[in-house]
T-cell receptor, first 115, second 113 residues
Framework: DTGVSQNPRHKITKRGQNVTFRCDPI?????LYWYRQTLGQGPEFLTYFQNEAQLEKSRLLSDRFSAERPKGSFSTLEIQRTEQGDSAMYLC?????????????FGSGTQLSVL | SQQGEEDPQALSIQEGENATMNCSYKTSINNLQWYRQNSGRGLVHLILIRSNEREKHSGRLRVTLDTSKKSSSLLITASRAADTASYFC?????????????FGTGTLLAVQP
């Protein structure tokens, strides 16, 4: 499978715990995005990497959220001291933009439930 | 934050009918894209239309773009039960440094067999 891979698919945690999600983009893609989606809404942008550099962070990304992309390959998104409001689907997407190809390729997401 | 809204929020049609979804956005854009999402899954790119284009076709899909009204529409012709999904428009803003997509609120399409 050469698509975007996200793990785990589901995560249930208790409030106050830390969680970490992983995203493996398509191998030649240098751009990687994290989005958050709640039920009945469209995805909301969280952060963007070009290679290993984190170039943009949304105001949605509070201090409890941190994302990394070491060596410009896979990326991790960590949420510390989880709150019930963090419950959502976390989506990762990657792209190798060119004039003829600006679309994003999405993973299947990690569904987080904070109890 | 979301770029804009789509309407209708939900649409139910019979197989074989056409489905039209509308999208409005707020800022000047480089391009507008439509994505499809099956329940509980990631999004799949359908079609991209650039700001200097007015209409584009791909198979059973037809997209229009009116930059003066900041709106777009997606037409799915001869719908099938397998077209049942949520459909989102997404825009890339002019002057944005990262080419990030800003998504609308989506239209939930149900195609009854």
């Amino acid at each position: 499978d050469t698509g975007v891979s996200q793990n785990p698919r589901h995560k249930i945690t208790k409030r106050g715990q830390n969680v970490t999600f992983r995203c493996d983009p398509i191998s030649e893609h240098n751009r990687l995005y994290w989005y958050r989606q709640t039920l009945g809404q469209g995805p909301e942008f969280l952060t963007y990497f070009q290679n290993e550099a984190q170039l943009e962070k949304s105001r949605l990304l509070s201090d409890r959220f941190s994302a990394e992309r070491p060596k410009g390959s896979f990326s991790t998104l960590e949420i510390q001291r989880t709150e019930q409001g963090d419950s959502a689907m976390y989506l990762c997407a990657s792209s190798l933009p060119s004039r003829s190809n600006e679309k994003l390729f999405f993973g299947s997401g990690t569904q987080l439930s904070v109890l | 934050s979301q770029q804009g809204e789509e309407d209708p929020q939900a649409l139910s049609i019979q197989e074989g009918e056409n489905a039209t979804m509308n999208c409005s956005y707020k800022t000047s854009i480089n391009n507008l894209q439509w994505y499809r999402q099956n329940s509980g899954r990631g999004l799949v790119h359908l079609i991209l239309i650039r700001s200097n284009e007015r209409e584009k076709h791909s198979g059973r899909l037809r997209v229009t773009l009116d930059t003066s009204k900041k709106s777009s529409s997606l037409l799915i012709t001869a719908s099938r039960a397998a077209d049942t999904a949520s459909y989102f428009c997404a825009t890339v803003t002019v002057g944005g440094a990262t080419n990030k997509l800003i998504f609308g609120t989506g239209t939930l399409l149900a195609v009854q067999p």
